[in-house]
């Protein structure tokens, strides 16, 4: 039976409004995607991209496209010791993580992953230099653009990112708290970087109040490098703020040497403060809902964030087909099915904070062992291992 497509519109073409679109479109909704910007762009920086976001790219015909350039990781998850290097535990992606996964882990460019989502959205879908700035109460959502314009679709979808205009319009919006902590990012050309860092690993070196990870991008011509630390009074989030690289090395000062060689080559790195925000108690109201950093921002730590994006993208399109005569059920099913996940997700995320930055001692030590003992790669199987087709027959 031919299925019948409410007008649905998304805010936002990041990775999670165009993953939304192309789910929408493979389970035979049409959609349109409104984005601010100019032209479709990420920004210069990498991102992982783990078995359960590979496993969505798959579902999306794009696979093969993403190969190109996604860098196939063989070890990930290599915990470093900030003094010396020494490795507390490691997962071995090799032959493991696609026997446990059916997947392997990458790592890409963001605007290579969205390219690639991009080729699976249809031509016409998505419309540029559009800024949603309001959204009214009412029968229908209706959502004003800042060039005056109105649109009252059937479902209104906020994919809007971390500063989402629905999410304020809609949810129990907490304000934001200040975490005390700050993203730096760079890439570094590969034939500046020593040796150990342009291996395909994901290395994470941990010391007190501060981590440092890195890995290759762009087919290996590049190392990707996010590190957080101390944020002192700064609390700019945004993805074009910057730092010096000065600033940069100043926080791995007495850190390993071969860092600091590492961060030499930073260019003018980006920063980012790591706002906290708890889960929202809802995503939706009536037929408006939100997806991806709108409705869950978490810390970076499990590097899950866009992946979860592209499972909210599928489990919502799935919802949306197989409820199609009465959308609010539907987004309500969305929900119930994808909250616990993602709550967890931002729980855990936020766990490592304190994990990850411990000052040497007692507790440090312990948190060594433990991980010298555990197997990580079996450890995340639930992140890992998800399957938005199975979650929604359960
Ligand atoms: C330092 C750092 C490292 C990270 N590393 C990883 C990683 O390795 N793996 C991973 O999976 N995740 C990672 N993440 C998380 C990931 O970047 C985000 O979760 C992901 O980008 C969220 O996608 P999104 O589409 O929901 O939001 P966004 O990427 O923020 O996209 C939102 C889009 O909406 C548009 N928009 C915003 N407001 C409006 C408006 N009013 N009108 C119209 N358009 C609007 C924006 O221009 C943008 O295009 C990391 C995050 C950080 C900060």
């Avoid at 409410?6 to 679109?21: E, N, R, S, W, Y």
């Avoid at 290599?78 to 790592?107: H, I, K, P």
Wanted: aromatic share 8%; net charge negative.
């Amino acid at each position: 039976m031919a299925v019948q497509s409410p007008d649905i519109a998304i805010l936002g073409g990041g990775i999670g409004g165009l993953a939304t679109a192309a789910f929408l479109h493979r389970a035979g909704l049409s959609s349109t995607v409104y984005e601010q910007a100019p032209e479709l762009k990420e920004l210069g920086a990498g991102i992982m991209v783990a078995p359960n976001a590979a496993r969505l790219i798959r579902r999306l015909g794009v696979i093969d496209v993403f190969l190109r350039q996604a860098v196939r990781l063989d070890v990930g998850w290599e915990f470093r010791r900030w003094q010396d290097g020494s490795v507390l535990s490691a997962e071995n992606l090799t032959t493991e993580c696609s026997r446990l996964y059916g997947e392997q882990t990458y790592t890409a460019h963001r605007a290579d992953l969205l390219d690639v989502i991009k080729a699976a959205v249809p031509e016409g879908t998505i419309k540029l230099g559009r800024r949603g700035v309001k959204l009214d109460d009412g029968d229908r959502p209706a959502l004003l653009f800042e060039d005056g314009e109105r649109i009252e679709p059937d479902v209104l979808i906020g994919a809007d990112g971390v500063h989402s205009v629905v999410r304020q319009s809609l949810a129990d919006a907490t304000p934001a708290r200040y975490s005390g902590m700050c993203a730096f990012r760079a890439l570094v050309p590969a034939d500046q970087a020593p040796p150990f860092a342009r291996r395909p690993a994901q290395t994470l070196w941990i010391g007190p109040a501060r981590h440092l990870v890195h890995y290759p991008v762009l087919g290996g011509r590049f190392v990707n490098l996010v590190a957080c630390a101390p944020a002192g009074d700064y609390s700019v989030e945004s993805w074009t703020a910057t730092a010096t690289v000065e600033e940069f090395r100043a926080e791995f000062e007495g850190w390993d040497p071969r860092l600091r060689d590492l961060i030499r080559a930073a260019g003018t790195p980006g920063r980012w403060a790591l706002l906290d925000r708890p889960p929202l108690r809802r995503w939706s109201r009536g037929t408006v809902t939100l997806l991806g950093d709108a409705a869950h921002p978490m810390f970076p730590f499990f590097g899950q964030g866009a992946a979860q994006a592209i499972e909210d993208a599928a489990v919502l399109a799935a919802c949306l087909a197989e409820d199609g005569t009465d959308p609010a059920r539907a987004l309500r099913r969305y929900e119930a099915l994808r909250m616990p996940r993602t709550n967890r997700l931002q729980e855990v995320s936020h766990g490592r904070s304190h994990i990850n930055h411990l000052p040497d001692g007692p507790e440090q030590e312990a948190r060594d062992k433990s991980f010298a003992d555990s197997d990580p790669l079996v450890a995340n199987g639930w992140i890992y291992g998800y399957d938005p087709d199975v979650a929604m027959s359960a």
